[in-house]
């Protein structure tokens, strides 16, 4: 049954090895695509980083904290 839940984490581990681990490597660092050392790294790659770097919990929040909500 645990084996299971690993089967994707594997799956993608073995498609894409690099991609995958260097991935791995900057959620840990909590590394932002938008940052400059990141960024300018990727633009000598030929890639461009785009504007949002997907969510996640780093520092960069634009909503400054908690948000209250209101339910129905």
């Known amino acids: 049954m645990f084996l299971d ?32 050392p990141v960024k300018s790294w990727l633009q000598n790659q030929g890639i461009t980083p785009t504007s949002g770097d997907g969510g996640g919990w780093g520092g960069n929040d634009r909503n400054g904290g908690p948000q209250s909500i209101s339910i129905d």
């Open 5 to 36: 839940e690993l089967t994707p984490f594997v799956q993608e581990l073995t498609a894409h090895p690099v991609a995958f681990l260097g991935g791995l490597a900057s959620g840990l660092l909590r590394l932002s695509l938008s940052d400059d």
